[in-house]
């Protein structure tokens, strides 16, 4: 998911929207914030489609791109980047991030934050990104953006591509070759989507919902918790009646004990059970008349 999903509002006047109609927009295109469509290359792209880009630490426009920027964090993003910094959850959110709502959908996520006063990112330095290794996943996509769908009454996600072009990024005049497929797999995005899946999957289900889901204050800290400190979480699970009342297997039960990535994947099947009834997780039966979390 690339940081452009993060606002829409297509109710909206917006005199784009006619330009954006004669360009033949994707429906989804259409619904992001002028300033990112004002960049947008009109075109759907897909796994096989190729576009030329290069970027190196000698072209003329070097470090523009990492300044003044929203980047949405994901579970897998903040996981790594700890790791790197070797820092707890708690002390990555307070010096790295901000909470942010979804106009539409109504969860919270973390955004960087960027340097009050340069408005650089934390992370950016005159040699390039001291995170390389361990950027996040919407530095690894860029040029390319995501855009993401969940189809109505179906489990299944529907995806495609386009590439930002913004007008002080050079790489597009560079004549390297590459097709969307082998772009993802050179930056690894592709690893990142697939350990961010059940993250996207409750903010996509949950922004298609609209107003049929009640989000509650007690969800919604409990989807941030999830998503940015599986210390909490792991606390929450171990120190209250969570294991009394719901049924994991005994090996569910040791694998998130210790595995952060586990973890974070049961939470949030445990997440869509309580949003929208998903039957992965059930309660014990002696528990079924307390339906609280
Ligand atoms: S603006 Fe484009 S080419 Fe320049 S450093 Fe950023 S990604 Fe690379
Ligand atoms: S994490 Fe690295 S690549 Fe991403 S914006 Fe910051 S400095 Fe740039």
């Known amino acids: 998911m690339s940081d452009h999903d993060s606002e829409y509002d297509p109710e909206q006047d917006d005199p784009l929207q006619e330009r954006d109609h004669a360009l033949n927009f994707e429906p989804e295109m259409r619904s992001m914030p002028r300033e990112v469509r004002n960049v947008l290359h009109p075109v759907r792209m897909e796994g096989d489609t190729h576009f030329k880009f290069r970027c190196h630490p000698d072209i003329p426009c070097f470090n523009t791109c990492c300044a003044n920027i ?25 010096e790295y991030a901000t909470p942010y709502t979804l106009t539409k959908g109504q969860l919270p996520v973390p955004l960087m934050r960027m340097n009050p006063e340069t408005g650089k990112c934390p992370f950016n330095t005159p ?10 996943v919407t530095c690894r996509y860029y040029p390319v953006g995501m855009a993401l769908m969940h189809k109505q009454n179906s489990q299944e996600n529907e995806s495609f591509y386009y590439l930002i072009k913004e007008d002080y990024c050079q790489g597009h005049q ?23 899946q059940g993250w996207m999957d409750l903010i996509l289900k949950r922004r298609s919902a609209g107003d049929e889901v009640n989000t509650s204050l007690q969800l919604s800290e409990f ?4 998503s940015t400190n599986p210390e909490e979480f792991r606390r929450f699970v171990f120190e209250s009646t969570f294991l009394k009342r719901f049924d994991l297997a005994p090996e569910t039960v040791e694998r998130i004990r210790t595995d952060d990535e586990a973890l974070i994947e049961f939470a949030f099947d445990w997440l869509k059970a309580i949003l929208f009834g998903d039957k992965k997780l059930a309660l014990k039966p002696e528990a079924k008349a307390a339906q609280t979390p």
């Open 70 to 94: 929203e980047i949405l964090l994901t579970p897998y993003d903040i996981l790594r980047l700890r790791k790197r910094l070797n820092i707890s959850a708690e002390a990555f959110l307070y």
């Open 127 to 136: 040699s390039g990104c001291s995170v390389y290794e361990d950027r996040p």
């Open 174 to 196: 560079e004549n390297l070759e590459w097709s969307i497929d082998s772009w993802r797999q050179d930056q690894g995005s592709d690893g990142y989507d697939l350990r961010n």
């Open 223 to 226: 989807f941030y918790m999830a």
